[in-house]
């Protein structure tokens, strides 16, 4: 069986090693949205990895309301990310850009737009004071004729900023898995009702993003067991496998899923992981993420479940990750205060393992 440090073809992408780094909300960018010279450092120090997924990345003005994450829609984010996946590939790495549309999270202060969902449903865990959501506006047929080809222009604006490929972000309660999941999708179109329409609009945004990039350089990240930010569903294998079985029909690159447990740090839940069942649907490279061990890791890949996997939180404190992983060596320990704190501080100041030694 291979190892995590074995290389893999993740489509058109030949990976040195299995060991992700998952996308990471930073908030590092300007308020408009364009990305800073920070963020070249902070990706450089990390393409150790087998591939970079970056950040969750705004396609439009409408689906991005976090402040100061990047986007990509505007000539100057496209300029601004070059750098970016040049010293990336300067320092040996791969890196792909997610593809963002937050749907009913987008903060109406962030984009001055009222946010957009599949259903008018106000997410339940606003914080006036934090995360300030409204009502979302129901989707008609014509803004999600706009998603679509704002999910198109993304993606060729990322392989001209220099991206090797590019993730469909289409999990965590944002847009695309607001329409998956019955508890936030109660429309009674064809993008609503039976899993089979809730589908389609993950099916014509992959299939828009392939025609731009192609197959072998599309993949999609989803988070199929469990409620997230609000998002649930009263069944969700009847989604999620008919999901991966479709994705891999189409041939993307690979399927990532975040995957909750009952013992999970950042979420959790008792419904039963579904990647037994996708693993049986999707029979491309398939990346497992949340809360892994090294050994747990590795008996994944041992026993077939996964062909890879990413972490997030430990690419954060450690951007060498995956020289400590192969000498098993100490981790730095994230800081969580940090994450979205602007500034280089636990951004880039994280030692590296020689650093640590002197």
């Known amino acids: ?120 449903l106000r997410a339940p865990y606003a914080v006036p004071e934090k995360n300030p959501y409204d009502t979302p506006r129901p989707a008609t047929l014509d803004d999600i004729r706009q998603t679509l080809d704002d999910y198109a222009a993304a993606a060729r604006n990322a392989i001209a900023a220099g991206f090797d490929g590019v993730q469909i972000h289409s999990a965590n309660g944002y847009f695309i898995d607001e329409f998956l999941r019955d508890g936030t999708n109660l429309r009674d179109d064809e993008y609503g009702g039976p899993p089979e329409n809730r589908i389609r609009l993950l099916r014509e945004v992959t299939e828009r993003v392939i025609a731009e990039v192609g197959a072998d350089r599309t993949s999609v990240r989803l988070s199929p067991n469990g409620e997230s930010q609000g998002a649930d569903d009263s069944d969700p294998a009847s989604v999620f496998v008919p999901v991966a079985r479709l994705l891999d029909t189409l041939g993307i690159a690979f399927l990532e899923l975040r995957e909750q447990s009952p013992a999970g740090t950042f979420g959790s839940s008792e419904v039963p992981k579904l990647s037994p069942l996708i693993r049986q649907a999707f029979t491309r490279p398939l990346v497992l993420n949340q809360d892994y061990s090294l050994a747990g890791a590795q008996g994944d890949l041992d026993s077939g479940l996964a062909d890879a996997i990413s972490w997030g939180r430990l690419f954060i404190a450690n951007p060498d990750l995956v020289e400590r992983f192969r000498r098993d060596a100490p981790l730095n320990t994230p800081n969580p205060k940090t994450f979205y704190r602007p500034g280089p501080e636990g951004y880039v100041d994280y030692p590296a393992l020689e650093e640590s030694a002197a």
Request: glycine residues 10%; hydrophobic residues 45%.
């Open 1 to 120: 069986m291979p190892s995590l440090f074995d290389p893999i073809a993740l489509g058109a992408i030949n990976a040195p090693n299995r060991i992700i780094m998952a996308p990471l909300t930073r908030t590092r960018a300007t308020e408009g949205h364009v990305p800073t010279e920070l963020m070249i450092e902070y990706y450089r120090q990390r393409a150790g990895a087998g591939l970079i997924i970056s950040e969750a990345t705004g396609i439009s003005r409408q689906g991005l309301g976090w402040p100061s994450a990047p986007g990509l829609w505007l000539d100057s984010h496209v300029e601004a990310w070059k750098p970016v996946t040049e010293a990336v590939h300067r320092a040996g790495g791969r890196i792909v850009a997610q593809l963002w549309h937050m749907g009913r999270l987008a903060r109406p202060d962030v984009s001055g737009l009222q946010s957009l969902a599949p259903s008018a």
